[in-house]
């Protein structure tokens, strides 16, 4: 009897032990994607751009003699009424470790096993799994440091081959059409504006991670911090959906190492961030909706969208890496990490605003959010979180830009008011937003509304005032 292998952000045919579990039993193989409510909550932009991934995932199935089903519904009587309509006996899944992903699959699991189905649940998002990690007291890491020197010594299992044929069912059950669920709906500068800058798929990601050793990693541990340099692997999108998978980047990246490349060990220890952050929302989930160290539920943040909020949102703060790096968001769906670190501080500290206001934001407009490295960054920037920037290291976005942008190529790109001959992307930036927002690129460039130097000292009499 067939397997049904539920896709969710693993949308890639190679190093797919699901899959190739499924393929290798010999038996027919039914890949279900299931729009439930986890995937209905999702922010602007990732959704728009898991649509996006799912047409070419479901295109490279085709390619392979097998099929996308498409189910909206609660995941587990979605599944249930493929096991009664396909007879399969068997579900497998990759895992994914957010808390309602975990909480789901949890409950799914047990109710699939209880009805006497086999159901089973494999790695592949990540390289080192959460709860495998373990201090030498038997804890989980709070420090990147020291769960990196433990990993970085773990053999990682070569990536898996690709899967060129899935056997199909005898006849395929329904499915409802990917196009109709509309999942770009409310991502309406989607098509026009993003869409150039996305990179979409697994042959694709391939091509960007052999690209950036060849060419771009042995510079990385200088360039990666150049928002005004093509530095770093942009892999971050893929890696968001599965579409490549961190043991293909690792063993890749490995093999530049022991070339002598000393950009491709720092390239590993970013992709050890990432793991970082999977391993601090699966042992502290409430990393992603509350402050990780209590005692900031004390600090002062302000939590109302303020004017100067809705500054720092539409990219007209007055400071130019800030702004810069928000209209770089808007237009790309990306931003540079240093970027994300600038306007996270600025955001948290000059304007003493909530950091869960910038997290929300972030969650709507970017393509390759990622609910565990996102939280962490965000605590990380604020102070709140584990091995955190201490609150009174704030950065300064003046003197940011001299070191990072010596030229101004970055905020060139991105800043059109009171230029002669404004950047292509710097207008674009006009026509993405809504026109409710009044800007229009004549407009004179604003001033600050928060100066670097004042915010700073305003940040640190908060933090020196705080009662904790
Ligand atoms: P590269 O420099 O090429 O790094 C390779 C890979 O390592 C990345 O693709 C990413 O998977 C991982 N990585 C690198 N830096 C980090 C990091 N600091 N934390 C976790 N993983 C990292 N990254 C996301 O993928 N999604 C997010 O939603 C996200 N939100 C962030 C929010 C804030 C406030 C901050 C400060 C950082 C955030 N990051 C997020 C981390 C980082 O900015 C991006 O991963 C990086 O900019 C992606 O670009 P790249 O793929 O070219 O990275």
């Not at 096991?83 to 047990?110: C, F, I, L, M």
């Not at 699939?112 to 189905?117: E, F, N, R, T």
């Not at 609910?371 to 920037?389: C, E, F, H, L, V």
């Amino acid at each position: 009897s067939p397997i049904l292998v539920w896709l969710r952000r693993d949308l890639r045919l190679s190093d797919h032990p699901a899959l190739w579990a499924a393929m290798s039993s010999g038996r027919a193989v039914v890949p279900v994607f299931i729009r439930d409510e986890l995937v209905d909550g999702l922010g602007a932009a990732p959704k728009w751009r898991l649509g996006l991934g799912l047409e070419h995932m479901a295109a490279r199935l085709e390619q392979i003699g097998s099929r996308l089903i498409f189910r909206s519904g609660a995941a587990l009587e979605c599944l249930n009424a493929l096991v009664k309509e396909t007879g399969a006996s068997a579900v497998y899944w990759s895992r994914t470790y957010d808390p309602e992903g975990t909480a789901r699959d949890t409950a799914v699991k047990a109710a699939l096993k209880d009805a006497g189905i086999e159901a089973r649940s494999f790695d592949g998002h990540l390289m080192f799994e959460p709860w495998t990690v373990q201090t030498g007291q038997g804890a989980f890491y709070k420090v990147f440091t020291p769960f990196w020197k433990n990993v970085r010594a773990v053999d990682v299992a070569q990536p898996l081959g690709a899967i060129s044929s899935l056997k199909a069912p005898d006849s395929w059950p329904e499915s409802e059409s990917l196009a109709d669920w509309s999942l770009g709906a409310a991502m309406r500068r989607g098509a026009e504006v993003v869409r150039p800058f996305v990179q979409l798929g697994e042959e694709v990601a391939q091509q960007r991670l052999d690209l950036f050793l060849q060419q771009k990693v042995d510079a990385y541990d200088t360039d990666r911090d150049r928002p005004d340099r093509d530095g770093t692997s942009c892999l971050s999108e893929n890696l968001a959906l599965g579409e490549i998978s961190p043991r293909q980047c690792w063993h890749a990246a490995l093999r530049k190492r022991e070339e002598g490349s000393k950009g491709a060990e720092t390239f590993m220890k970013e992709l050890a961030w990432r793991e970082f952050a999977y391993h601090l929302l699966w042992h502290t989930p409430h990393i992603a909706t509350g402050n990780w160290k209590p005692d900031w539920d004390k600090f002062p943040w302000n939590e109302a969208e303020t004017d100067e909020v809705i500054a720092w949102k539409q990219g007209r703060t007055g400071i130019q890496f800030v702004d810069a790096a928000m209209r770089e968001l808007y237009v790309t769906g990306r931003m540079h990490n240093r970027g994300r670190m600038i306007v996270a501080s600025y955001l948290t500290k000059h304007l003493l605003s909530h950091w869960k206001i910038g997290l929300k934001w972030f969650e709507d407009c970017l393509i390759d959010w990622d609910p565990a490295a996102n939280a962490m960054g965000w605590q990380w920037s604020a102070g709140s979180g584990p091995d955190a920037t201490p609150y009174f290291r704030v950065f300064n976005p003046v003197t940011q830009l001299d070191k990072f942008d010596p030229q101004r190529d970055y905020v060139s790109r991105w800043i059109a008011e009171g230029r002669s001959r404004p950047h292509e992307d710097a207008l674009n930036y006009f026509k993405a937003i809504p026109e409710s927002w009044g800007l229009s690129p004549d407009d004179a460039y604003p001033k600050p509304i928060v100066a670097a130097d004042k915010g700073r000292e305003r940040a640190l009499s908060a933090y020196e005032t705080r009662d904790f």
